[in-house]
DNA sequence: TTTTGATTTGACCAGTTGGTCAAAGCGACG
DNA sequence: CGTCGCTTTGACCAACTGGTCAAATCAAAA
């Protein structure tokens, strides 16, 4: 194992192979199918070499799971109270289905996670992201006393938010079998664009 | 193997509880990560047994897709194309997120699948499920034609329907995380019939 | 060049997995 | 009761799994 102080050119060159085939892996098949074989060789190095690096699988996938939260929770974070309503909620929306595009892996990551009841996560949930949740409903709930937006269940609105960016990263396979040639993401901003503002506009 | 015809009492009564256990741990472990053993001792048969009654894991696993996706389909086949169209998607809405709380396994059981890239039914998906979409996408395209509805795009608007009410089975845990003590669905069945009204009300 | 620590590997291990098989048990019908 | 086919099981197996370890190799500072 190599030691914690200041990790040589080798270590990060080694560990990024390991951390970018494990999230390949374990988005696809989650962690009981992901197997550490996998995940080595296609990271270039043998079982022994990586588990040189990371002291069990569940370490690798702990790893993952940390390093991906604080990016996939950005763009809540990001939601400014003092900004123009519709236009920050539409732009935490089209953020969310950005990242449905360009890092589908890191969304079914998660959905692997959550689906299986969190338990490696379920902690963090309850404590960290509710919390985040909690601030941003009132935030919400402040607009709609306001008279800012519609009035809607703050918390449902931004499950509402979540499952449809994020339906397009995890249930891509359905979405496009059921589209055929069309691509999701030619008209999906737009109709999300549509159904958000049809629901908030007061 | 039991012979084909006619099954006995015990072949019916076994062959229920294999697939029932098998629904229970296929659905919280996805197909790699759920075990005979267990769907075995989940069913009070021994591993050999069940393998008398199913030739193999892969052969449970497919039954039970095949078993639940007529089932699962069926809200979006009694659409009726001369109903009053609001009230046949609204309709849609709500059965769906009926079949999210009273079935929340079988949503998992395909969540899962899909996930992974629905290496068993992804042909079925491409055929069967997209020809029922096109067909439902093609009504509700002459509804908003007519006026009837505001205009959406129909293969996004039944994506939609899909993931917000799926969500609230297959994401459960967070969900309920997120949400401390409040029951998802005492607010959810009126959220969902808000948006989609807003949504579409011409 | 030598030394020292970081890196890599082949061989190996114990536990788990899906699946097999021959033999034993059981139930209904004559 | 006896028989015959359905049902059940214990013992077993080969493949795979996550993980270990001592020894070999490599890189860079002295």
């Keep these: 194992m190599p030691k914690d102080r200041t990790p040589t050119r080798i270590q990060k060159k080694n560990r990024a192979a390991i951390m970018d085939a494990a999230l390949e892996v374990f988005s696809a098949q989650g962690f009981r199918g992901a197997t550490v074989d996998e995940i080595a060789s296609l990271s270039g190095l043998s079982k022994p070499n990586l588990l040189y690096y990371f002291a069990s699988k569940e370490a690798i996938y702990l790893a993952l799971l940390e390093r991906q939260l604080d990016t ?42 959550i689906i299986q009841g969190a338990p490696r996560i379920g902690p963090v949930l309850s404590r960290d992201l509710k919390a985040l949740v909690d601030e941003k409903a009132a935030v919400i709930r402040g607009w709609i006393a306001a008279g800012r937006i519609a009035p809607v269940h703050p918390h449902h609105l931004i499950f509402s938010i979540w499952s449809l960016t994020q339906h397009y990263a995890d249930f891509d396979v359905q979405v496009r079998a059921v589209l055929g040639q069309e691509d999701p993401f030619e008209a999906a901003p737009d109709y999300l664009d549509t159904l958000f503002t049809r629901l908030l506009t007061p």
Tied chains: 1, 2.
């Design 72 to 113: 996939w929770l950005a763009p809540l974070h990001d939601l400014d109270p003092d900004g123009e309503p519709l236009e920050q909620l539409l732009g935490y929306v089209r953020r969310k289905l950005e990242m449905s595009r360009d890092f589908p892996r890191e969304s079914r990551l998660f959905a692997h996670e």
